[in-house]
């Protein structure tokens, strides 16, 4: 079983900043590509970025600029730096691997965390 504990949501004015982090742990696994998600209420869940484990990122066309995701391998964790955000930001986030566990690939999910861009 792999688990993920995500962190850095909250309730932020529409030009600030949040950072969330997500880490992963559990049976021995490896990483494949990590990243995050978001489902905004009557939405369905969309990309935000992702990132793979040599390193290329993806982003939506809608945070590109402004969000940054990183990554660091030795400690099964991921990180969005969200810049400039807007009220269109809003939704709950989730943290996303492809994780390959005693040789089969799975994507797992966290729990996800409520991000709000209000004035």
């Known amino acids: 079983q792999v688990h993920f504990v995500e962190s850095g949501g909250g309730l932020v004015q529409p030009g600030g900043s949040l950072r969330l982090s997500c880490v992963a742990s559990?049976?021995?696994?490896?990483?494949?590509?990590m990243g995050w998600y978001r489902q905004a209420p009557g939405k369905q869940r969309e990309l935000v970025a992702t990132?793979?484990?040599?390193?290329?990122?993806t982003y939506a066309d809608s945070v590109k600029g402004r969000f940054t995701i990183s990554k660091e391998n030795a400690e099964n964790t991921v990180t969005l730096q969200m810049n400039s955000l807007k009220p269109e930001d809003t939704a709950v986030y989730y943290c996303s691997a492809d994780i390959g566990v005693g040789g089969a690939n799975d994507v797992y999910w966290g729990q996800g965390t409520q991000v709000t861009v209000s004035s």
């Open positions: 559990g049976t021995p696994f490896i990483i494949w590509t």
């Open positions: 990132v793979s484990r040599d390193g290329p990122t």
